[in-house]
C-alpha cells in the first residue's frame, strides 16, 4: 500500500513537472539555468565589438560544410561585410526579389535593387580555383492567398511560366543560381523540380529556404520529404532561429539541442551535407505587453551603452546571463530609471563558437541572417575554442575553428600561433600552464629514447584492466573486481567481457569496435618490438577479452548487438535531463545494486531494419584484425574471427544504414554522444583488413572499390573517421604508389611543407581537436610511425614523420614539465575525470547517499583519485597549452577507451625505432595497485615464473614467458589447477572465467525464450555461435502468464517512472 501511494504520488509529481517545463518552457527569467562562469558584461562587448585584425580576411576556414551569407538592400553593412571578406562565403544572397500573384500572371519586384558592381567586386576564385562569392539572390512569394496556392499547384503552365521569368533574370545578370523561399515546399514540388532541372541545364544552383522542425511544421516538413528533395535541391538554408517569437514572454532564439535536433531529424549521412543551418546575427527582445522586436546588433549597442540610475556613476556594468540549456546570453534592458523594457536575447562569440561547433561536428553547412546585422568582431567567431559537450563527432576538420570568417583575433593573448582561452572562474583549481616555456627553433627528435617507454606501454595496458567488464579471471589491482554481472542480451548472449567507454560503464559499438581495430593494428604492426619488451602476451590478452565480447555480441547475421548499457530513456530525457548511467557515480561493481529492475545494460540490436553499416563494418574490421595478431596462437580462433567478419560485412553492405538515423532510442542518444559522421569509411576499412587477413585478391578489389567512394573520410583517424589510416593499412599490405601517395598527402597536413594546414600549441602539440587533443595527436603519430617502419625508418620523409611522432608523444610525456599519463612522470594529472579510480567499491565514502551528493563530491571535490589510474591518457590542453586539473573540467581531464589505443601502438612505434635493446622489461614491481588499503581482498599469489605481475627476476625475455596469465589463458584446460595456484581453494569457482560454461548466474528476461526461439527458426543461429559458450542461467523467477505485449507508451511512462525512483530517490 506505501509503495503504491508512493509511486502514486511520484508519477503525479512527474507530470506536474512535465506540465509546467511545458507550459513555461524555461525561459522566463525566473527559471533560466545560469552559469557564472560564462561570464560576460555590456562594457565587455562594447569595448571589443569593433576590434577586427584583418590579417586573413580572404581565407575560409569553417570546414562544416559551404556558408551561405545573407544581405539585405536597407542595410548597406552588409553589402560591405562581403566585399570586405570576400572568399569566406560559398554563396552571397541578396535579398532583392519578391513574386507577387497577379491573377493570370506574376510580377517579380526588386529588380532595382541589383548591383552588377558590388556583385563583381563580391565574387572569386579561390587558389585552387573553386568559385566563392556566388551570387545566388533570393526569391520569396510575397503576399500569396491560398487561392493563389491553389491556382499556381492545379495550373502546370502557372509553373512553367514562373520558372521563364525567373530564369530571365538568372540569365540576363549572369546569376550563380537562385534562393527560394516559398514558405512550405512540399505543396510546390512540380515547381521545384522542374526549376531545378531548368537551372542545372545552365550550370545554375537552386537553394531552398526550409521552415525548421518544430510542432507546428511538423507534417510540412519531414525527413522523407527532405530526403526526397534533396535529390534535385543543391542547398537548403534552414531557419533554425526564432525560436520563441511566438511567445510574449520570449526566450532564446535558437536552442542549441533543438538546433541539433533537426540536423539529426531532417538529414542522413548521405544528404547531410546539403544542409545549411541557420545562424541569426540579431537579437530579439520580449516583453510580455507587446509584440517581440527583432534588433540588430548596433540597436544592442544603445542600449548598452545607455546610462541607468541603477547603475553607478552611470557606468555601464551590465551582466550578460548565459542560458545553460540554450546555449544562449541575454539580460535586462533598463531604461534610465530601471525600468524594464524587455529581456534582449542576443548571439554573442560564445553562443555562436557553440552553434559553429555543432555545424562542424555534423558537417552541415551555415547560412547567416543576416551578415550586416551582426558586430564586426563577429568576424572572429571562431578565436577561441570552448566546447561544454561531451565527445561529439571528433574531426581533423575542427583544428579550422578558427573561423568561419576567419582567423581574426578581437583582443585574446596570443601565444605563438594559438589563442588563449578564457579562465573559468567557478572551477575548483586553478589553470594551470606548462613549468616550462616553448623551445625556441624546430623540434629536434632525441637521438637516444628520452623516456622508458616500455613502462608507459606497461602502465597503457594497465589502463585497460581499469576498464574491464565481466568476471574476471584474476585481479590486476586491488580496486576493481568484478562487474556488469548480468549482462544478458535478449537472446541470451553473455556480453560481460570487454570493457568500458569511458567513466561510465557503456559499451557503445562504434567506439568499443575501433578501439578493438586499433589494439590490434598496433601488434599488426609493432608486435615484434611488443614481445621483445614482455608487452606482447599482455596485448593479445587485452584483444581476446574484447573479441569475446565482440562474437557474442554477433548473435547471428540479423541481429547483432551495436550497444549495450542504458544512457537515456527517450525525448523526455533532454527536458529532465534524465540520463541512466551517467548518472550513476559509484563503482562499476555496484551499478546493477543501484539501477531499477529491468534497466541495466540493455542490448541494442542492429538488423536489416535497423542497419548501421559503421558498426557493424568496425565489428568486422575489428575481427579480422584480431585475426591477424591471434592467429600464431590460435588458428581455430582466428579462422573463426574471419569467417565472422567476411559475414558481418556481407550484413553492413546489403542493408547499409547508420545508426544516426535510427528510430532506436539507445541509438538515438550514441548519436549525441557519438555521432556518426558516414560508413563509407568503415566498409573500406572491413575489407581492407578482411584482405590483410586473407590475402584473398577479390578482397582486395572490394576494398579499393569502397576506399575510392571514401574520399571525403580522408581528414582524420578516429574511431569515426578511418580514412588517414586507411591509406597506410593499404599501403602496408600491398606496397602500391596510390596509398603511398595518398598517405604522404594525408601526413603533409602536418609536416612542414606548403600543404600543411594543422596548427600547434605554443609549445609543439599538433592541436587536431580541442576535446581529447593528446589522443587525438596520438593517433596520427602512430600512422606516422607504422608509415616510416614500412619505409625502414630511412629517408627524409620517414625522418619527418618519426619527429612528428616523437614530439607529440614527449609532449605528452613531460617535455614541458606537465605528463599527459596518469602514473608517469613526476607531474602528472592527479584528478582525473574517472568514477571507479575515485569511488571503488572497496572504498566509498559516500555509499548509501543520494546519487545528486556523490556526483557534487565528484566533479567538485579537491580530493585527488583515491587509486592512480595508471597509464590513463587524460583528454589533453588547450589551443595555449593551458588546463584544469580536476573533474569539473572533464574536456581535459576525460579518459577514454579511445585515447589510449593508438597512443599504445605508437609509444610501441618508439621502441621499434630507438631499438628493443635500449629498453628493459617493465613490470608491477613498486606499483601501487591498492593491495594495502584496508579493505583490498587478497591479491593473487603469482608464482616464482611470473615476473610480469611481480618483483621476480630470471624469466627468459621476448619468449612470451614471463606472463601467468598468458600461460593461462593458453591452457584453459587446467584453468581450474592454475587459478587455483593464484586464489588457493577458489580455482573450482573461477574456472569458468577462462574455459566459459554455465557459472555465471545471469538474470534473463522473461518472455525472451519464445522470441530467441523465433529468430533462430527463421534466421539459423550461426555455426560459430552455436559452438560458444554462454555461462549464464535464468535465477528461479515465475514466468508471466500474459503473452499480450504492453503498450510502447506504457512501457514508456514504466521506464521513466523506474528511472526517476532510481536517480532521484534509490541511493
Given at each position: 500500500?506505501?509503495?503504491?501511494?508512493?509511486?502514486?504520488?511520484?508519477?503525479?509529481?512527474?507530470?506536474?513537472?512535465?506540465?509546467?517545463?511545458?507550459?513555461?518552457?524555461?525561459?522566463?527569467?525566473?527559471?533560466?539555468?545560469?552559469?557564472?562562469?560564462?561570464?560576460?558584461?555590456?562594457?565587455?562587448?562594447?569595448?571589443?565589438?569593433?576590434?577586427?585584425?584583418?590579417?586573413?580576411?580572404?581565407?575560409?576556414?569553417?570546414?562544416?560544410?559551404?556558408?551561405?551569407?545573407?544581405?539585405?538592400?536597407?542595410?548597406?553593412?552588409?553589402?560591405?561585410?562581403?566585399?570586405?571578406?570576400?572568399?569566406?562565403?560559398?554563396?552571397?544572397?541578396?535579398?532583392?526579389?519578391?513574386?507577387?500573384?497577379?491573377?493570370?500572371?506574376?510580377?517579380?519586384?526588386?529588380?532595382?535593387?541589383?548591383?552588377?558592381?558590388?556583385?563583381?567586386?563580391?565574387?572569386?576564385?579561390?587558389?585552387?580555383?573553386?568559385?566563392?562569392?556566388?551570387?545566388?539572390?533570393?526569391?520569396?512569394?510575397?503576399?500569396?492567398?491560398?487561392?493563389?496556392?491553389?491556382?499556381?499547384?492545379?495550373?502546370?503552365?502557372?509553373?512553367?511560366?514562373?520558372?521563364?521569368?525567373?530564369m530571365?533574370?538568372?540569365?540576363?545578370?549572369e546569376?550563380?543560381?537562385?534562393?527560394?523561399?516559398?514558405?512550405?515546399?512540399?505543396?510546390?514540388?512540380?515547381?521545384?523540380?522542374?526549376i531545378?532541372?531548368?537551372?542545372?541545364e545552365?550550370?545554375?544552383?537552386?537553394?531552398?529556404?526550409?521552415?525548421?522542425?518544430?510542432?507546428?511544421y511538423q507534417?510540412?516538413?519531414?525527413?522523407?520529404?527532405?530526403?526526397?528533395?534533396?535529390?534535385?535541391?543543391?542547398?537548403?538554408?534552414?531557419?533554425?532561429y526564432?525560436?520563441?517569437?511566438?511567445?510574449a514572454?520570449?526566450?532564446?532564439?535558437?536552442?542549441?539541442?533543438?538546433?541539433?535536433?533537426?540536423?539529426?531529424?531532417?538529414?542522413?549521412?548521405?544528404?547531410?551535407?546539403q544542409?545549411?543551418?541557420?545562424?541569426?546575427?540579431?537579437?530579439?527582445?520580449?516583453?510580455?505587453?507587446?509584440?517581440?522586436?527583432?534588433?540588430?546588433?548596433?540597436?544592442?549597442?544603445?542600449?548598452?551603452?545607455?546610462?541607468?540610475?541603477?547603475?553607478?556613476?552611470?557606468?555601464?556594468?551590465?551582466?550578460i546571463?548565459?542560458?545553460?540549456?540554450?546555449?544562449?546570453?541575454?539580460?535586462?534592458?533598463?531604461?534610465?530609471?530601471g525600468?524594464?523594457?524587455?529581456?534582449?536575447?542576443?548571439?554573442?562569440?560564445?553562443?555562436?563558437?557553440?552553434?559553429?561547433?555543432?555545424?562542424?561536428d555534423?558537417?552541415?553547412?551555415?547560412?547567416?541572417?543576416?551578415?550586416?546585422?551582426?558586430?564586426?568582431?563577429?568576424?572572429?567567431?571562431?578565436?577561441?575554442?570552448?566546447?561544454?559537450?561531451?565527445?561529439?563527432?571528433?574531426?581533423?576538420?575542427?583544428?579550422?575553428?578558427?573561423?568561419?570568417?576567419?582567423?581574426?583575433?578581437?583582443?585574446?593573448?596570443?601565444?605563438?600561433?594559438?589563442?588563449?582561452?578564457?579562465?573559468?572562474?567557478?572551477?575548483?583549481?586553478?589553470?594551470?600552464?606548462?613549468?616550462?616555456?616553448?623551445?625556441?627553433?624546430?623540434?629536434?627528435?632525441?637521438?637516444?629514447?628520452?623516456?622508458?617507454?616500455?613502462?608507459?606501454?606497461?602502465?597503457?595496458?594497465?589502463?585497460?584492466?581499469?576498464?574491464?567488464?565481466?568476471?574476471?579471471?584474476?585481479?590486476?589491482?586491488?580496486w576493481?573486481?568484478?562487474?556488469?554481472?548480468?549482462?544478458?542480451?535478449?537472446?541470451?548472449?553473455?556480453?560481460?567481457?570487454?570493457?568500458?567507454?569511458?567513466?561510465?560503464?557503456?559499451?557503445?559499438?562504434?567506439?568499443?569496435g575501433?578501439?578493438?581495430?586499433?589494439?590490434?593494428?598496433?601488434?599488426?604492426?609493432?608486435?615484434?618490438?611488443?614481445?621483445?619488451?614482455?608487452?606482447?602476451?599482455?596485448?593479445?590478452?587485452?584483444?581476446?577479452?574484447?573479441?569475446?565480447?565482440?562474437?557474442?555480441?554477433?548473435?547471428n547475421?540479423t541481429?547483432?548487438?551495436?550497444?549495450?548499457?542504458?544512457?537515456?530513456?527517450?525525448?523526455?530525457?533532454?527536458?529532465?535531463?534524465?540520463?541512466v548511467?551517467?548518472?550513476?557515480?559509484?563503482?562499476?561493481?555496484?551499478?546493477?545494486?543501484?539501477?531499477?529492475?529491468?534497466?541495466?545494460?540493455?542490448?541494442?540490436?542492429?538488423?536489416?531494419?535497423?542497419?548501421?553499416?559503421?558498426?557493424?563494418?568496425?565489428?568486422?574490421?575489428?575481427?579480422?584484425?584480431?585475426?591477424?595478431?591471434?592467429?600464431?596462437?590460435?588458428?581455430?580462433?582466428?579462422?573463426?574471427?574471419?569467417?565472422?567478419?567476411?559475414?558481418?560485412?556481407?550484413?553492413?553492405?546489403?542493408h547499409?544504414?547508420?545508426?544516426?538515423?535510427?528510430?532506436?532510442?539507445?541509438?538515438?542518444?550514441?548519436?549525441?554522444?557519438?555521432?556518426?559522421?558516414?560508413?563509407?569509411?568503415?566498409?573500406a576499412?572491413?575489407?581492407?583488413?578482411?584482405?590483410?587477413?586473407?590475402?584473398?585478391?577479390?578482397?582486395?578489389?572490394?576494398?579499393?572499390?569502397?576506399?575510392?567512394?571514401?574520399?571525403?573520410?580522408?581528414?582524420?583517424?578516429?574511431?569515426?573517421?578511418k580514412?588517414?589510416?586507411?591509406?597506410?593499412?593499404?599501403?602496408?599490405?600491398?606496397?602500391?604508389?596510390?596509398?603511398?601517395?595518398?598517405?604522404?598527402?594525408?601526413f603533409?597536413?602536418?609536416?612542414?611543407?606548403?600543404?600543411?594546414?594543422?596548427?600547434?600549441?605554443?609549445?609543439?602539440?599538433?592541436?587536431?581537436?580541442?576535446?581529447?587533443?593528446?589522443?587525438?595527436?596520438?593517433?596520427?603519430?602512430?600512422?606516422?610511425?607504422?608509415?616510416?617502419?614500412?619505409?625502414?625508418y630511412?629517408?627524409?620523409?620517414?625522418?619527418?614523420?618519426?619527429?612528428?611522432?616523437?614530439?607529440?608523444?614527449?609532449?605528452?610525456?613531460?617535455?614541458?614539465?606537465?605528463?599527459?599519463?596518469?602514473?608517469?612522470?613526476?607531474?602528472?594529472?592527479?584528478?582525473?575525470?574517472?568514477?571507479?579510480?575515485?569511488?571503488?567499491?572497496?572504498?566509498?565514502?559516500?555509499?548509501?547517499?543520494?546519487?545528486?551528493?556523490?556526483?557534487?563530491?565528484?566533479?567538485?571535490?579537491?580530493?585527488?583519485?583515491?587509486?592512480?589510474?595508471?597509464?590513463?591518457?587524460?583528454g589533453?590542453?588547450?589551443?595555449?597549452?593551458?588546463?584544469?586539473?580536476?573533474?569539473?573540467?572533464?574536456?581535459?581531464?576525460?579518459?577514454?577507451?579511445?585515447?589510449?589505443?593508438?597512443?599504445?601502438?605508437?609509444?610501441?612505434?618508439?621502441?621499434?625505432?630507438?631499438?628493443?635493446?635500449?629498453?628493459?622489461?617493465?613490470?608491477?614491481?613498486?606499483?601501487?595497485?591498492?593491495?594495502?588499503?584496508?579493505?583490498?581482498?587478497?591479491?593473487?599469489?603469482?608464482?616464482?615464473?611470473?615476473?610480469?605481475?611481480?618483483?621476480?627476476?630470471?624469466c627468459?625475455?621476448?619468449?612470451?614467458?614471463?606472463?601467468?596469465s598468458?600461460?593461462?589463458?593458453?591452457?584453459?584446460?587446467?584453468?581450474?589447477?592454475?587459478?587455483?595456484?593464484?586464489?588457493?581453494?577458489?580455482?573450482?569457482?573461477?574456472?569458468?572465467?577462462?574455459?566459459?560454461?554455465?557459472?555465471?548466474?545471469?538474470?534473463?528476461?522473461?518472455?525472451?525464450?519464445?522470441?530467441?526461439?523465433?529468430?533462430?527458426?527463421?534466421?539459423?543461429?550461426?555455426?560459430?555461435?552455436?559452438?560458444?559458450?554462454?555461462?549464464?542461467?535464468?535465477?528461479?523467477?515465475?514466468?508471466?502468464?500474459?503473452?499480450?505485449?504492453?503498450?510502447?507508451?506504457?512501457?514508456?511512462?514504466?521506464?521513466?517512472?523506474?528511472a526517476?525512483?532510481?536517480l532521484?530517490?534509490?541511493?
Amino acid at each position: 500500500m506505501v509503495n503504491s501511494y508512493f509511486i502514486t504520488l511520484l508519477f503525479l509529481g512527474f507530470v506536474g513537472f512535465f506540465h509546467t517545463s511545458y507550459t513555461h518552457d524555461n525561459h522566463i527569467n525566473t527559471q533560466l539555468v545560469l552559469s557564472t562562469s560564462q561570464h560576460l558584461t555590456g562594457s565587455d562587448i562594447l569595448s571589443q565589438h569593433s576590434n577586427i585584425n584583418d590579417g586573413k580576411k580572404s581565407i575560409k576556414q569553417f570546414t562544416g560544410g559551404d556558408t551561405l551569407a545573407y544581405v539585405t538592400p536597407w542595410n548597406n553593412k552588409g553589402y560591405d561585410i562581403v566585399k570586405k571578406f570576400k572568399g569566406k562565403f560559398d554563396y552571397v544572397s541578396p535579398v532583392w526579389y519578391n513574386i507577387q500573384s497577379q491573377q493570370e500572371r506574376f510580377l517579380i519586384t526588386g529588380e532595382h535593387d541589383v548591383d552588377r558592381s558590388w556583385m563583381e567586386q563580391v565574387k572569386g576564385k579561390t587558389a585552387s580555383g573553386d568559385l566563392v562569392g556566388k551570387i545566388v539572390p533570393r526569391f520569396q512569394l510575397e503576399g500569396w492567398k491560398l487561392e493563389d496556392y491553389q491556382r499556381f499547384i492545379n495550373d502546370k503552365k502557372k509553373a512553367h511560366q514562373l520558372i521563364d521569368l525567373i530564369m530571365n533574370q538568372v540569365k540576363r545578370y549572369e546569376y550563380d543560381g537562385v534562393v527560394l523561399e516559398v514558405g512550405y515546399p512540399v505543396a510546390l514540388l512540380y515547381f521545384l523540380e522542374h526549376i531545378s532541372r531548368t537551372l542545372h541545364e545552365f550550370n545554375k544552383e537552386l537553394i531552398i529556404v526550409l521552415p525548421p522542425l518544430r510542432q507546428e511544421y511538423q507534417q510540412m516538413i519531414t525527413a522523407d520529404i527532405y530526403q526526397h528533395m534533396a535529390t534535385f535541391v543543391d542547398r537548403f538554408s534552414l531557419m533554425t532561429y526564432d525560436y520563441s517569437s511566438y511567445r510574449a514572454d520570449g526566450g532564446p532564439n535558437a536552442p542549441i539541442d533543438w538546433m541539433m535536433d533537426n540536423i539529426i531529424g531532417l538529414t542522413n549521412e548521405n544528404n547531410r551535407h546539403q544542409l545549411l543551418l541557420g545562424i541569426n546575427l540579431y537579437a530579439m527582445s520580449y516583453l510580455p505587453t507587446r509584440p517581440p522586436q527583432p534588433l540588430v546588433m548596433n540597436q544592442v549597442l544603445e542600449r548598452l551603452a545607455a546610462p541607468r540610475d541603477t547603475l553607478d556613476d552611470n557606468e555601464t556594468v551590465i551582466n550578460i546571463e548565459w542560458d545553460q540549456e540554450s546555449e544562449e546570453h541575454w539580460f535586462e534592458d533598463q531604461d534610465e530609471d530601471g525600468i524594464i523594457q524587455g529581456i534582449i536575447w542576443m548571439p554573442t562569440i560564445k553562443s555562436l563558437q557553440r552553434r559553429i561547433h555543432l555545424a562542424e561536428d555534423y558537417q552541415v553547412g551555415l547560412s547567416l541572417w543576416e551578415v550586416g546585422q551582426g558586430l564586426d568582431y563577429f568576424m572572429s567567431l571562431f578565436s577561441v575554442i570552448i566546447m561544454n559537450r561531451k565527445r561529439r563527432s571528433a574531426s581533423l576538420k575542427s583544428f579550422a575553428l578558427i573561423a568561419l570568417l576567419g582567423g581574426f583575433i578581437s583582443n585574446v593573448v596570443v601565444h605563438g600561433a594559438m589563442e588563449e582561452e578564457e579562465d573559468d572562474d567557478d572551477s575548483p583549481s586553478p589553470k594551470m600552464y606548462p613549468p616550462l616555456p616553448p623551445i625556441k627553433g624546430p623540434y629536434i627528435a632525441p637521438i637516444t629514447p628520452k623516456y622508458n617507454y616500455a613502462e608507459v606501454i606497461h602502465k597503457s595496458y594497465l589502463f585497460y584492466h581499469a576498464q574491464k567488464s565481466g568476471y574476471l579471471p584474476y585481479q590486476r589491482m586491488a580496486w576493481r573486481g568484478d562487474s556488469c554481472k548480468v549482462c544478458v542480451g535478449k537472446y541470451g548472449e553473455d556480453l560481460s567481457h570487454g570493457w568500458y567507454e569511458a567513466a561510465n560503464t557503456m559499451k557503445w559499438g562504434l567506439p568499443f569496435g575501433w578501439t578493438a581495430t586499433q589494439l590490434a593494428f598496433n601488434i599488426v604492426v609493432f608486435g615484434d618490438a611488443m614481445k621483445a619488451v614482455d608487452e606482447l602476451a599482455e596485448g593479445l590478452e587485452l584483444l581476446k577479452w574484447g573479441a569475446d565480447y565482440l562474437i557474442n555480441a554477433h548473435y547471428n547475421d540479423t541481429h547483432v548487438v551495436g550497444q549495450l548499457g542504458t544512457s537515456a530513456l527517450g525525448p523526455i530525457s533532454k527536458l529532465i535531463e534524465l540520463d541512466v548511467d551517467f548518472n550513476y557515480w559509484g563503482p562499476p561493481e555496484e551499478y546493477e545494486q543501484w539501477v531499477p529492475t529491468g534497466l541495466p545494460h540493455e542490448a541494442s540490436y542492429i538488423t536489416p531494419d535497423n542497419p548501421s553499416s559503421e558498426i557493424i563494418g568496425e565489428y568486422s574490421a575489428a575481427m579480422a584484425a584480431i585475426s591477424i595478431a591471434w592467429r600464431p596462437y590460435d588458428e581455430a580462433f582466428a579462422d573463426d574471427l574471419v569467417d565472422r567478419a567476411k559475414r558481418l560485412f556481407k550484413l553492413a553492405t546489403e542493408h547499409q544504414g547508420s545508426y544516426v538515423s535510427s528510430n532506436d532510442n539507445a541509438f538515438q542518444w550514441a548519436t549525441f554522444w557519438y555521432p556518426s559522421t558516414h560508413y563509407v569509411d568503415e566498409l573500406a576499412w572491413s575489407a581492407a583488413w578482411i584482405y590483410a587477413a586473407t590475402k584473398d585478391p577479390d578482397w582486395l578489389d572490394t576494398a579499393k572499390e569502397w576506399y575510392l567512394k571514401a574520399s571525403d573520410s580522408f581528414t582524420e583517424y578516429s574511431w569515426d573517421e578511418k580514412g588517414g589510416a586507411l591509406h597506410v593499412l593499404l599501403y602496408l599490405f600491398t606496397k602500391e604508389e596510390m596509398f603511398y601517395t595518398n598517405s604522404m598527402e594525408y601526413f603533409n597536413q602536418f609536416l612542414p611543407n606548403p600543404n600543411q594546414i594543422v596548427k600547434y600549441t605554443p609549445r609543439g602539440l599538433a592541436y587536431i581537436e580541442h576535446w581529447g587533443s593528446v589522443g587525438y595527436s596520438g593517433n596520427v603519430a602512430f600512422l606516422m610511425l607504422a608509415m616510416a617502419k614500412a619505409m625502414d625508418y630511412k629517408g627524409t620523409e620517414a625522418e619527418q614523420m618519426v619527429t612528428f611522432a616523437t614530439q607529440q608523444i614527449n609532449y605528452a610525456l613531460g617535455d614541458y614539465g606537465y605528463s599527459w599519463v596518469v602514473g608517469f612522470g613526476d607531474n602528472f594529472p592527479s584528478k582525473p575525470y574517472h568514477k571507479s579510480s575515485y569511488n571503488s567499491y572497496i572504498d566509498y565514502p559516500m555509499r548509501g547517499e543520494f546519487q545528486d551528493k556523490v556526483e557534487k563530491d565528484f566533479s567538485e571535490s579537491k580530493t585527488g583519485q583515491r587509486f592512480i589510474l595508471y597509464g590513463a591518457v587524460e583528454g589533453g590542453p588547450s589551443v595555449d597549452d593551458s588546463w584544469y586539473d580536476d573533474r569539473s573540467n572533464y574536456e581535459y581531464s576525460e579518459v577514454t577507451q579511445d585515447y589510449n589505443s593508438a597512443w599504445t601502438g605508437a609509444i610501441a612505434g618508439l621502441i621499434d625505432y630507438y631499438g628493443v635493446d635500449k629498453f628493459e622489461p617493465y613490470t608491477d614491481c613498486g606499483l601501487d595497485l591498492g593491495w594495502s588499503h584496508p579493505n583490498a581482498s587478497t591479491p593473487p599469489a603469482w608464482p616464482a615464473d611470473d615476473c610480469y605481475h611481480t618483483c621476480n627476476k630470471g624469466c627468459p625475455r621476448g619468449e612470451m614467458a614471463s606472463s601467468y596469465s598468458w600461460k593461462l589463458l593458453m591452457n584453459p584446460q587446467a584453468a581450474e589447477t592454475m587459478i587455483d595456484t593464484l586464489y588457493p581453494g577458489q580455482g573450482a569457482a573461477r574456472a569458468f572465467t577462462v574455459t566459459g560454461g554455465n557459472s555465471i548466474k545471469q538474470q534473463a528476461k522473461p518472455n525472451d525464450q519464445g522470441e530467441k526461439q523465433q529468430v533462430d527458426d527463421e534466421n539459423g543461429k550461426t555455426e560459430g555461435h552455436k559452438k560458444k559458450k554462454h555461462h549464464h542461467h535464468q535465477k528461479d523467477k515465475k514466468q508471466k502468464t500474459s503473452t499480450a505485449n504492453p503498450s510502447p507508451c506504457s512501457s514508456y511512462v514504466v521506464s521513466v517512472l523506474a528511472a526517476l525512483i532510481s536517480l532521484i530517490f534509490i541511493r
